[in-house]
């Protein structure tokens, strides 16, 4: 079974501290990504990796920054948090040979800006 | 630009009942299209994707959806559901950037609610 683990489920933390999400697979994939999740405005794209050291920024990007120094891992990172980041945030990853490659995704993280 | 429409927010259904959630896509090219579900607290599980061919794809936990070009649709059916359906459900549209790199858009979700 394909997994995406987030080291995090809840996390509460004050406006202005640095904030890293972390997010690690097991399936060899080349690509990963993050996403936040609101109520009614669904998912949207925040930063994407397609390789090592490789990004792409998403929908989103504002305030975010990313990290991908090994394969396995991709970082999210929110340089100095704000209230209005307070969201579900879900790590993604998939293959990247062919098209139409399924997305699998990780259990997301909780967090709390106050 | 690729965009997915879910237009209802939240639908209840009695158990056994059938079931339609519907998906419209803007896409310019032929699409890929997916759904996923994900359950109270947790990620997201793909239900079922069409590329090309057979229009009436067939998913994991007895769904199914229809490919309809002509209308920009990918409605999501089940015939009986079960309480264990109740959930919130993505229609994705695959897409590609401007660097050539694969990526999904989403629509807003429609949460399920099963009632006894």
């Known amino acids: 079974d394909v997994k995406v683990t987030q080291s995090s489920r809840y996390l509460v933390k004050r406006t202005g501290e640095k904030v890293f999400l972390e997010c690690v697979q097991d399936m060899d994939h080349e690509n990963m990504f993050w996403y936040r999740q609101d109520p009614g405005l669904g998912l949207r794209l925040i930063y994407f990796s397609y390789d090592v050291k490789m990004k792409e920024k998403g929908d989103i990007p504002e305030g975010y920054s990313v990290s991908r120094e090994k394969k396995e891992r991709f970082s999210l990172i929110l340089e100095s948090a704000s209230t209005n980041q307070t969201s579900m945030y879900l790590c993604?990853?998939?293959?990247?040979?062919?098209?139409?490659?399924?997305?699998?995704f990780g259990e997301g993280s909780w967090l709390t800006v106050v | 630009a690729q965009s997915v429409t879910q237009p209802d927010i939240h639908i209840t259904v009695s158990e056994g009942a059938s079931l339609e959630l519907r998906c419209n896509y803007s896409?310019?090219?032929?699409?890929?299209l997916f759904w996923y579900v994900q359950s109270p607290g947790q990620g997201l599980q793909l239900l079922l994707k069409?590329?090309?061919?057979?229009?009436l794809v067939q998913g994991i936990k007895g769904f199914e959806a229809e490919f309809k070009r002509s209308q920009s649709s990918f409605n999501l059916r089940k015939p009986s559901v079960h309480w264990s359906d109740a959930a919130e459900y993505f229609c994705a549209v695959d897409y590609w950037s401007d660097f050539g790199n694969e990526k999904l858009t989403f629509g807003t979700g429609t949460r399920l609610t099963i009632i006894p």
């Open positions: 896409y310019g090219a032929t699409p890929y």
């Open positions: 993604a990853s998939s293959f990247r040979q062919y098209s139409g490659n399924t997305i699998y």
């Open positions: 069409y590329f090309s061919g057979d229009t």
